[in-house]
C-alpha cells in the first residue's frame, strides 16, 4: 500500500507518529497532535494539487494512510492511559473531514434547512436557518489560516487562492453553494470573513411553489401559459428572496425536444431537456487569463443556435446583448434581476444597459419594454421568525407604442395586497395576441377573473 511504500525511506512510520502524538497529548489535545502529523505526511506523499483537489483515487489512498495512522494512534494512546476519545474509524472521518473537507462547519452544510454559513474569523460561526432562524454555531476553527484553506479548497478547481496578494475571491462548493471571501488588508478587525450561500433546491416545478404557498394555482396556471407561450419572462426580487428557485420552477417546463443555453456565473440552474448547454463565466488571472464576462457569453449563445436562453442573473452590461437577443427573435428567454419591485425593475434595467452603452433613455426603456412581456417579482419576509417567499406581482409590460414620453407601461396582472396573491381585476392587453403568435396556443383569460 502507498503508507507501507513510504515507511522505509527514512522518514517516520504510523508508529512513531502515534508515539508522537501520545508524548504530546500531555500538553495539547491529542487528536491536534494527531492531526497536525496526518498533515505533514499527506503533504509528503502527495503534490499540494492533489491535495487542495483530490480525485476519487487521492481520496482512497489517504483514507488508508490515515486509517493506518488512526489505528496506531489509539494504541499508543492506550498504552500511556490517555482515554480514548473516538473509534479509529471515527477518527479517520475526522481527520479526512478536517483535511478534505469543511471541518467545524461540516454538519451545518449537510443540514438541508441551512440557508446562510458565515464566518468572521475562526472563532464566530453564524448560520442561518430556514426553520431556527440566524444564531450563532457552537464551534470553532482552530486558526484563521483553517478558514484560508477551506477557501483555497473550494477554489482549487478555478486556478485561484485566497491569500495576502489575492486578498478577496469568489467560488463554489461542488454542491453549487456560493462563496464569498476576504481577507487581510480588505478587512479590518477579523484576519478572514467568509459568506456561504447554500443553494437550496427548494423547489423543482411549480406544483412545489404552489405547496409551498409561493404561488397561487391561477398564477401558476399563468405562468405555464407565458413559459409554453415562449414568451420573454423575468423574474425579480431581492437578496435570497428564491429568484434562482423560481427560475428553475418555470424552467422544469421547457419542452424535452428544445434547444437550451444557460448562462451564470455559478451554476445553479437545473434544465430538464436533453439539448443543454450550460455556459460559466471566469474571471482574468494573475498569469494573464482574460476574463470570460456574461456580455460575452451572451454572444456566444446566439451562435449556438439557441431555442431558448436563460441567464441566471443579469447583473451589468450583459443586458445590452441580452436586449438586442430578445428584439432580433429570440422569444422564451427568462432571467433574473435584483429589484424592489415590478415597477422598479425598468429602472433598474436601464441603469444596467448604462454601464455598457451610452443611449437615450426613451431608446434604452423603448428596447425594454419591447424585449420583456412578463415580470415575476417574489419577496422574502418573516413569520414567526421564519423566512417565507412569496410572489407579490405578476404583471404584463407593454410595447413602446404604449409608452407615454419615457415611462413604460406595466399591466399588474396578480398582486398581493395582503390577503394572498390575486387577480387584479386586470386582463391582459398583448399576452394573448403574443402568445398565439409564437406558439400558437391560446391564453385562457378565466385565469384573470
Not at 97 to 107: A, C, K, T
Not at 122 to 134: L, Y
Request: hydrophobic letters at 40%.
Amino acid at each position: 500500500m502507498l503508507a507501507g511504500a513510504r515507511e522505509g525511506a527514512g522518514r517516520p512510520g504510523p508508529s512513531r507518529l502515534a508515539q508522537a502524538a501520545g508524548e504530546s497529548a500531555i500538553t495539547e489535545d491529542p487528536y491536534e497532535g494527531l492531526l497536525r502529523e496526518a498533515r505533514a505526511r499527506l503533504a509528503e506523499t502527495f503534490p499540494p494539487h492533489e491535495l487542495e483537489d483530490p480525485s476519487t483515487e487521492t481520496q482512497a489512498k489517504a483514507e488508508e494512510l490515515l486509517r493506518r495512522m488512526a489505528e496506531a494512534a489509539v494504541q499508543g494512546w492506550t498504552s500511556r492511559g490517555i482515554p480514548l476519545m473516538e473509534p479509529p474509524e471515527a477518527l479517520v472521518a475526522r481527520l479526512l473531514d478536517d483535511i478534505f473537507g469543511w471541518g467545524p462547519i461540516s454538519p451545518y452544510l449537510a443540514t438541508e434547512t441551512v440557508e446562510e454559513i458565515i464566518l468572521n474569523g475562526p472563532d464566530q460561526v453564524w448560520i442561518i436557518d430556514a426553520e431556527k432562524g440566524k444564531y450563532l454555531a457552537p464551534v470553532r476553527f482552530r486558526s484563521a489560516r483553517e478558514v484560508v484553506n477551506l477557501v483555497n479548497r473550494a477554489l482549487a478547481r478555478t486556478g485561484r487562492r485566497l491569500d495576502r496578494k489575492n486578498p478577496r475571491a469568489d467560488g463554489r462548493l461542488r454542491d453549487g453553494s456560493r462563496l464569498h471571501a476576504v481577507m487581510e488588508p480588505l478587512v479590518d478587525n477579523v484576519p478572514v470573513a467568509v459568506t456561504i450561500r447554500r443553494h437550496r433546491m427548494v423547489a423543482r416545478t411549480l406544483e412545489d411553489l404552489v405547496g409551498l404557498g409561493t404561488l397561487t394555482p391561477a398564477a401558476a396556471a399563468f405562468l405555464r401559459e407565458c413559459v409554453l407561450g415562449r414568451l420573454n419572462l423575468v423574474v425579480t426580487g431581492g437578496t435570497a428572496s428564491g429568484k434562482t428557485n423560481t427560475l428553475n420552477a418555470l424552467c422544469s417546463l421547457l419542452p424535452k425536444a428544445e434547444r437550451v443555453i444557460t448562462i451564470e456565473d455559478t451554476p445553479e440552474l437545473k434544465i430538464p431537456v436533453d439539448d443543454w448547454v450550460a455556459l460559466v463565466t471566469r474571471p482574468a488571472d494573475e498569469e494573464g487569463t482574460k476574463e470570460v464576462t456574461m456580455a460575452d457569453l451572451v454572444r456566444e449563445a446566439l451562435r449556438m443556435r439557441p431555442d431558448r436562453i436563460i441567464t441566471g442573473e443579469a447583473r451589468g452590461a450583459e443586458i445590452v446583448d441580452i436586449l438586442m437577443a430578445a428584439n432580433t427573435g429570440h422569444d422564451g428567454q427568462m432571467l433574473t434581476v435584483h429589484s424592489n419591485g415590478v415597477l422598479d425593475v425598468v429602472s433598474r434595467l436601464t441603469t444596467m444597459y448604462l454601464l455598457g452603452k451610452e443611449l437615450s433613455l426613451n431608446a434604452i426603456r423603448r428596447q425594454i419594454a419591447d424585449a420583456f412581456q412578463v415580470v415575476v417579482y417574489i419577496e422574502r419576509v418573516f413569520l414567526a421568525g421564519r423566512p417565507r417567499r412569496f410572489v407579490r406581482q405578476i404583471a404584463e409590460i407593454l410595447p413602446s407604442r404604449f409608452m407615454e414620453g419615457d415611462t413604460v407601461a406595466v399591466n399588474i396582472l396578480f398582486e398581493d395586497r395582503g390577503q394572498g396573491l390575486a387577480p387584479t381585476g386586470n386582463f391582459p392587453q398583448v399576452l394573448p395576441e403574443e402568445i398565439r403568435r409564437r406558439s400558437g396556443r391560446a391564453l385562457d383569460l378565466k385565469i384573470f377573473r
